[in-house]
C-alpha cells in the first residue's frame, strides 16, 4: 500500500521543530519526535501551494535515528532567507492531531480583502470581531454539545478555512480543523466580564477556527435546571456575518438532535463557489450605479468622526418597547418603507443636524447589505463573510417632507440589491470625483428565527432556545449602530465607538431612539423634515462633532518573569503567549521547567500580516537591551505561533545574535513534558543556550 504525501501526523505524540537563525549562513530546522519523511515532503509541498512566492530553495533530510531529524536548505541567495516561511513551515510539522496538509487555495474576496486589511492595520485584537449570545433552557449533555461542534466543523468548509500571509491574501481551506470550546461553571464568571474578556482576545483569521464557542454552565450533576446554560459565540466578519452563524446554529442543533453527529457530506454550495460566482460578474452596471457623484452643486455634511486610534471603545445600548416597535414597523409600511429605512432616515436627519447644516445637504453614510439578495443559486443557505458596507447618499431639505425622504432611501436600497457583492474598495475606486467618506455604519439585522421543526424537536427534549443575540462589533468606521430584535421583538439599538466621543454618540442614540418613537405618533404625509428636527430643540443644541487628535500609540507590554536564571550568562526562554492557553498552564510549565535559563512570557502576536509585524517588533523591542545583550536567547510557541516566533527571531538575528525559533506541539501534552522537551530544544551539546 502507498504512503499518502498528504498523510496526518502522528495522532498520540508531540513533535518538537527549533529553528536556527543566523545572520550568515542559511537555516537549518531540527525536528524531534515520531515524523515521518513523507510528511515532512508533504508539509513541504504544502508550503510551496500556499506560498507561490517563497523561494525555491532545495531542502535536504538528514536521519539521525528514530525521531531526530535534521532539514537543511541549500541553494538560496542571500537575500532571499528572510522571506522563506519557515515559522510556517514549523507550525505544519507540528500541527499533529489538529489538522493535515491536504488543502484547498482561492483567492479571497474584495471584501474579505477589506475586512482584513482593516483588522491588520490596527493594534485592537477585538476589530471586526463579532460575538451572539443566547441562552439554553432545559437538560445540556457537555459531551454531545462538543461532538455537534465538531460535526459542524467537520461539514462546513467555511470552519476550516484561514487566510494566508501573502500581499495579496488568499484562502486556505484545510480539510480538518478542530474548533476551540471554552466549558465554564456557573458561577465561574460574571456574563458580561466574560463576553468583554473574550472579545477582546479577538480571532486571528489566519489561524484555523474563526469561531470559538464558549458554554457557561450545564451538565452539571445536582445544578439546578432552572438556572439556564448560556451559550457564547464569538467569530470574526472577514469569513462570516451573522447571517451564517444563524445558519451554524441551526446545523448544530441538528447534530445535537442526532446524538452529535450531522448526515451526509460537506455543504453545498459553499464560498468556493461563491468564489468562483463571483469572478464571473460583470462589474460595468455596478461601476456606472455607484460610480456618479453629481450632486447638483449642493452642499454636502462633512465627515463628523475621525478614527482615534484609542484603544478603549465605548458601547451604548437603547430598546423600543414591544408596542413601540410595532407601532414603527407599521408606520414606516404606510410609508412603503419597513423598520431599517425608518433607521436610515433618522439616522441622516441626526447627521444632518450634528453637522450644523443649513438648507438642502448631502449626507453620507454607509449600511450593512446582507449580501443575501444577489442571483447566486443557494446564497441565502451559504455561509460565509457576504454581508459587508455600501455607502449611502440622501439629500436632507428642511422644507422636503418625511415620506419623500423614506421614499428616496427605499428606492436606493432597491436599486443597489442586486449590487451587494460588491465592497467599498471597488466603489471608491469607481468614484468620479472627490466625495466625502461615509464615517458611520448602521447595520439592521433581520428577525432572527429558529425553523419550527427543529423547535418542535428541541421541545420534545425538553429544551426551549431562543435565536442567538448579535452583541456589537468594532469595525472600519469610528461610530458603529447595530440594530436588532430581542428575544421578546424589541427593537435594539447598539452603538460602538471610541471611548473619548461617548457624550455625543450617547446623545446621538438618544434622538435617534427618541424620533423613533415619535415619528409613528405625529408625522404624517405633509410633515416636513424641518418639523422632525424641531422636535430636538428642547434636548439640546446637537452635537459639536469634530476631529480629534489621535492618541500615542502604547508601547508593547513588557515581558513578564516566569522563572529567573539560574546563573548570570544563563540566556533566555521567551515564551509567547497562546490563544486559549491560560496564564496558569505557563506557571506550570515555568515551574517543571530545569535549564538554567530565564523564562519570560512574551505578548501574543497575530500570525500574520501588518500587525503581525508590528506586534514582533513590539515584542522584541519591549524585551530591552538586557536581553538582547546575552549570547543566549530562544524564541518559543506552540502550533501556530511559529511565524510570529520565526519573525522575533529574525529580527534578533539581524542584531547580531543567533537565536533559535521552538515550535512545540501541545496536542494532549501536559506541562511537565512540555517542560522537558522545552528545555531539550534550547540547551545545547554542552547544556545550554549559544
Known amino acids: 500500500m502507498t504512503t499518502s504525501r498528504f498523510a496526518r501526523l502522528p495522532q498520540g505524540e508531540p513533535i518538537t521543530v527549533v529553528v536556527e537563525i543566523g545572520p550568515s549562513a542559511l537555516p537549518v530546522l531540527?525536528?524531534?519526535g515520531p515524523i515521518e519523511s513523507t510528511h515532512i515532503e508533504a508539509a513541504l509541498d504544502s508550503i510551496a501551494t500556499c506560498h507561490p512566492d517563497a523561494?525555491?530553495?532545495?531542502?535536504?533530510?538528514?536521519?539521525?535515528?528514530?525521531?531526530?531529524?535534521?532539514?537543511?536548505?541549500?541553494?538560496?541567495?542571500?537575500?532571499?532567507?528572510?522571506?522563506?516561511?519557515?515559522?510556517?513551515?514549523?507550525?505544519?510539522?507540528?500541527?499533529?492531531?489538529r489538522g493535515s496538509f491536504m488543502t484547498r487555495c482561492l483567492p479571497a474576496t474584495p471584501l474579505q480583502r477589506d475586512l482584513l486589511a482593516d483588522a491588520d492595520t490596527h493594534p485592537d485584537p477585538g476589530r471586526q470581531v463579532e460575538q451572539a449570545a443566547w441562552d439554553w433552557h432545559g437538560p445540556l449533555d457537555v459531551a454531545r454539545f462538543t461532538a455537534a461542534w465538531h460535526s459542524v466543523f467537520t461539514h462546513e468548509s467555511v470552519l476550516r478555512t484561514t487566510f494566508d500571509d501573502q500581499p495579496e491574501p488568499g484562502l486556505v481551506v484545510q480539510d480538518h480543523a478542530e474548533p476551540e470550546i471554552v466549558r465554564l461553571p456557573h458561577g465561574a464568571a460574571e456574563w458580561h466580564s466574560l463576553v468583554e474578556a473574550d472579545r477582546?482576545?479577538?480571532?486571528?483569521?489566519?489561524?484555523?477556527?474563526?469561531?470559538?464557542?464558549?458554554l457557561l454552565g450545564g451538565g452539571q450533576p445536582g445544578h439546578s435546571p432552572a438556572q439556564p446554560a448560556r451559550v457564547l459565540l464569538t467569530y470574526h466578519h472577514a469569513l462570516l456575518d451573522s447571517w451564517s452563524v444563524r445558519l451554524l446554529v441551526?446545523?448544530?442543533?441538528?447534530?445535537?438532535?442526532?446524538?452529535?453527529?450531522?448526515?451526509?457530506?460537506?455543504?453545498?454550495?459553499?464560498?468556493?463557489?461563491?468564489?468562483?460566482?463571483?469572478?464571473?460578474?460583470?462589474?460595468?452596471?455596478?461601476?456606472?450605479?455607484?460610480?456618479?457623484?453629481?450632486?447638483?452643486g449642493l452642499v454636502s455634511v462633512p465627515p463628523l468622526f475621525t478614527d482615534t486610534g484609542s484603544r478603549a471603545e465605548g458601547r451604548s445600548r437603547l430598546r423600543l418597547t414591544k408596542e413601540e416597535t410595532a407601532a414603527l414597523a407599521n408606520w414606516a409600511a404606510t410609508w412603503g418603507g419597513g423598520e431599517s429605512i425608518a433607521l436610515q432616515a433618522v439616522w441622516a436627519l441626526l447627521l444632518y443636524r450634528a453637522g450644523r447644516a443649513e438648507g438642502p445637504s448631502q449626507v453620507r453614510f454607509a449600511t450593512t447589505a446582507a449580501g443575501r439578495s444577489i442571483l447566486f443559486e443557494g446564497v441565502e443557505r451559504t455561509p460565509g463573510a457576504l454581508a459587508g458596507p455600501l455607502p449611502q447618499t440622501v439629500l436632507v431639505d428642511p422644507d422636503a417632507t418625511v415620506p419623500q425622504?423614506?421614499?428616496?432611501?427605499r428606492d436606493r436600497c432597491l436599486n443597489q440589491a442586486a449590487y451587494e457583492w460588491v465592497s467599498a474598495s471597488q466603489i471608491d475606486a469607481w468614484t468620479r470625483g472627490p466625495r466625502p467618506p461615509a464615517d458611520t455604519l448602521l447595520t439592521f439585522e433581520a428577525p432572527p428565527?429558529?425553523?419550527?421543526?427543529?423547535?418542535?424537536?428541541l421541545a420534545a427534549a425538553g429544551i426551549q432556545v431562543q435565536p442567538p443575540q448579535t452583541l456589537g462589533a468594532r469595525t472600519?468606521?469610528?461610530?458603529?449602530?447595530?440594530?436588532?430584535?430581542?428575544?421578546?421583538?424589541?427593537?435594539v439599538l447598539t452603538a460602538s465607538y471610541d471611548q473619548v466621543r461617548l457624550s455625543e454618540i450617547t446623545e446621538l442614540l438618544a434622538h435617534a431612539a427618541l424620533l423613533l418613537r415619535e415619528l409613528p405618533r405625529g408625522a404624517g404625509p405633509r410633515t416636513t423634515l424641518g418639523e422632525v428636527l424641531a422636535l430636538l430643540t428642547h434636548m439640546g443644541s446637537g452635537a459639536a462633532v469634530g476631529p480629534v487628535e489621535a492618541e500615542a500609540e502604547e508601547s508593547g507590554p513588557l515581558p513578564t518573569v516566569l522563572r529567573h536564571p539560574a546563573h548570570a550568562g544563563a540566556g533566555a526562554v521567551g515564551l509567547l503567549q497562546a490563544p486559549g492557553i491560560s496564564r496558569a498552564f505557563y506557571d506550570q510549565l515555568a515551574h517543571a521547567y530545569r535549564g538554567p535559563e530565564e523564562l519570560l512570557l512574551l505578548a501574543p502576536v497575530p500570525a500574520g500580516g501588518t500587525r503581525a509585524d508590528v506586534?514582533?517588533?513590539?515584542?522584541?523591542?519591549?524585551?530591552?537591551?538586557?536581553?538582547?545583550?546575552?549570547?543566549?536567547?530562544?524564541?518559543?510557541?506552540?502550533?501556530?505561533?511559529?511565524?510570529?516566533?520565526?519573525?522575533?527571531?529574525?529580527?534578533?538575528?539581524?542584531?547580531?545574535?543567533?537565536?533559535?525559533?521552538?515550535?512545540?506541539d501541545a496536542t494532549g501534552t501536559g506541562p511537565d513534558d512540555l517542560a522537558r522537551r522545552l528545555a531539550s530544544a534550547v540547551g545545547c551539546r554542552n547544556g545550554g543556550l549559544t
Open 250 to 296: 441551526r446545523e448544530f442543533y441538528r447534530a445535537y438532535l442526532a446524538g452529535g453527529t450531522l448526515p451526509g457530506g460537506e455543504r453545498r454550495p459553499d464560498m468556493t463557489d461563491y468564489v468562483t460566482w463571483l469572478a464571473q460578474q460583470d462589474t460595468a452596471a455596478a461601476e456606472d450605479f455607484f460610480g456618479s457623484t453629481d450632486t447638483g
Open 55 to 97: 523561494p525555491a530553495w532545495t531542502a535536504d533530510l538528514e536521519s539521525r535515528g528514530p525521531g531526530q531529524h535534521t532539514l537543511r536548505f541549500t541553494d538560496g541567495a542571500d537575500d532571499e532567507r528572510s522571506e522563506f516561511p519557515l515559522g510556517a513551515l514549523a507550525d505544519l510539522l507540528t500541527h499533529a492531531g
Open 615 to 664: 506586534a514582533a517588533r513590539a515584542v522584541y523591542d519591549a524585551l530591552g537591551s538586557r536581553i538582547r545583550s546575552r549570547a543566549g536567547l530562544a524564541f518559543a510557541g506552540f502550533s501556530g505561533d511559529g511565524v510570529a516566533a520565526c519573525a522575533i527571531a529574525r529580527l534578533a538575528a539581524a542584531d547580531g545574535h543567533r537565536p533559535r525559533a521552538v515550535v512545540l
Open 476 to 491: 472600519a468606521f469610528p461610530v458603529t449602530l447595530i440594530a436588532h430584535h430581542d428575544r421578546s421583538g424589541c427593537l
Open 405 to 409: 425622504l423614506i421614499t428616496d432611501l
Open 449 to 457: 428565527r429558529v425553523l419550527p421543526e427543529l423547535e418542535a424537536d
Open 200 to 214: 477582546r482576545r479577538g480571532i486571528d483569521p489566519r489561524r484555523p477556527g474563526p469561531l470559538r464557542i464558549t
Open 30 to 32: 531540527e525536528l524531534h
